[in-house]
């Protein structure tokens, strides 16, 4: 199998994935444009509890993407997003039946106690080569990116018919299919690292929370999901002010985004091929910046802002896929989980604070004093990400050892990564096994067995 393509295992981790992620966010984004309008009828309903209502669920979810990403790097990926999605579901029941915004609130909470995003990035990451991960993660955030288009058209259409509790009711059924996908569709990864390093320890946790390339990307997608939903909280209004109505927003946003995901193309080719990914990276990044600064000049022509959107989810798309890609590669092997459960609790908490944040310029300004502040949080990224470094593609191999004293291991790792193209090697004497992450292209075999004594 060539290494430019998939291989028949990636292509069913990355669709089965794709589909599970889709599922679960198609219900969120369904709420998005018709909470506000359909929630009035629910008791004790006011503009605070229904910002409360969609703000508890990112930051529910960014207080536990840690906790279940090292949990799924100590019990497996499955057992941990199987539970997560039951959690999911028991929210969604409870926001389906209740009758006061209250209970909403509580459902949505619940809702995002099913923490399940760094266990499914790193479950994808297990399940992909080094020089495929970008394309796994590629089709996952088409397929979130499609969810959400979707859900623009789907969400008025059921709240019409059924109500807000029927929005709430599709998402506990799409949870359940979620969960039958992962039983009998997705792979099962087989985790190949050393016994005595499976499992993030809490300093290690503080460590990858404070890696410099790490920090980065976890800021870095804090930042991109702030600049998303604090744009979202005044661009439907806009619309409406401009003379699309409500009920024909979804002819601008599914026309967007499906072009969107075609001109991303582009910049994957480069990144990936061309070998210019950190070039792709922070062009993306002024991408950004340009197109909501350009709202605030065209806010009032509804093709002017359909260019724009065009402009910001052809970089969004492409961040969106390199970023987790990125991650897990710079994460130790048997921490990916720990480090994605990091970048995941960034996502979520950027999403929570860009509600805050565009509530709170929309109640004293205007949509362009919003359409500003996001262009100034792009400044800020490109600011944090200009001294990012693009860390070498590797693999993972394990050679046979033999040690007669514990003590030698410490020396033979320090050997072993002092060999070229070795990134990090771990020599595990109870194992009498060594495991050396490796860049393929430097990486002498025949070298590493010498200094191991094997013949």
């Given at each position: 199998m060539s290494n430019q393509s998939l291989n028949l295992l990636e292509k069913r981790a990355a669709?089965?994935?794709a589909s599970v992620f889709a599922f679960r966010m198609l219900g969120l984004f369904m709420l998005m444009p018709v909470l506000a309008i359909y929630g009035q009828s629910l008791e004790h309903v006011s503009p605070m509890w229904i910002g409360l209502a969609i703000g508890a669920y990112g930051l529910t979810q960014a207080l536990l993407q840690i906790p279940m990403g090292w949990l799924s790097d100590k019990f497996g990926r499955k057992p941990v997003?199987?539970?997560?999605?039951?959690?999911f579901a028991l929210g969604s029941v409870i926001a389906a039946l209740a009758d006061s915004i209250y209970w909403v609130t509580v459902g949505r909470a619940l809702q995002g106690m099913g923490a399940i995003a760094s266990a499914l990035l790193a479950l994808a990451a297990d399940l992909s080569r080094d020089e495929q991960r970008p394309k796994v993660m590629a089709v996952i955030g088409m397929c979130i990116g499609l969810s959400f288009a979707f859900a623009m058209l789907l969400g008025p259409m059921v709240a019409a018919a059924f109500g807000i509790s029927g929005v709430f009711w599709l998402t506990a059924v799409l949870a359940l299919c979620g969960i039958v996908i992962i039983l009998f569709v997705v792979p099962s990864a087989i985790n190949k690292a050393p016994k005595g390093d499976t499992v993030a320890t809490l300093v290690d946790i503080r460590?990858?929370?404070?890696?410099?390339?790490?920090l980065r990307l976890d800021l870095g997608v804090m930042?991109?999901?702030?600049?998303?939903?604090?744009?979202?909280?005044?661009?439907p209004g806009q619309l409406i002010a401009d003379g699309l109505n409500a009920d024909a927003h979804w002819q601008l946003y599914i026309p967007v985004l499906l072009l969107a995901f075609v001109l991303m193309a582009p910049l994957m080719i480069i990144a990936i091929r061309k070998q210019k990914e950190r070039e792709t990276f922070l062009a993306a990044i002024v991408l950004i910046i340009l197109s909501t600064f350009s709202l605030t000049l065209v806010a009032d022509s509804v093709i002017g802002i359909a260019v724009c959107m065009l402009l910001y989810f052809v970089a969004f798309n492409f961040l969106e896929a390199t970023m987790p890609a990125l991650v897990s590669r710079i994460a130790p092997a048997s921490q990916k989980g720990s480090a994605m459960g990091i970048f995941s609790s960034g996502q979520f908490f950027g999403a929570f604070l860009g509600g805050i944040l565009g509530g709170y310029i929309a109640q004293h300004g205007e949509a362009n004093g919003v359409?500003?502040?996001?262009?100034?949080?792009?400044?800020?990224?490109l600011l944090i990400a200009w001294r990012m470094q693009i860390p070498p593609k590797s693999k993972i191999i394990s050679l046979m050892t033999d040690l007669s004293e514990p003590q030698q291991a410490e020396v033979l790792a320090d050997k072993l990564v002092a060999l070229p193209g070795v990134i990090e090697a771990i020599v595990v004497s109870e194992e009498n096994r060594s495991y050396l992450k490796i860049d393929d292209k430097k990486f002498d075999l025949n070298q590493a067995k010498q200094v191991l004594g094997l013949h």
């Open positions: 669709l089965s994935l997003i199987i539970f997560g999605l039951m959690i460590k990858l929370s404070r890696h410099p390339q790490l930042l991109l999901h702030l600049s998303l939903t604090t744009m979202f909280v005044v661009l359409f500003a502040a996001v262009a100034c949080v792009g400044v800020i990224w």
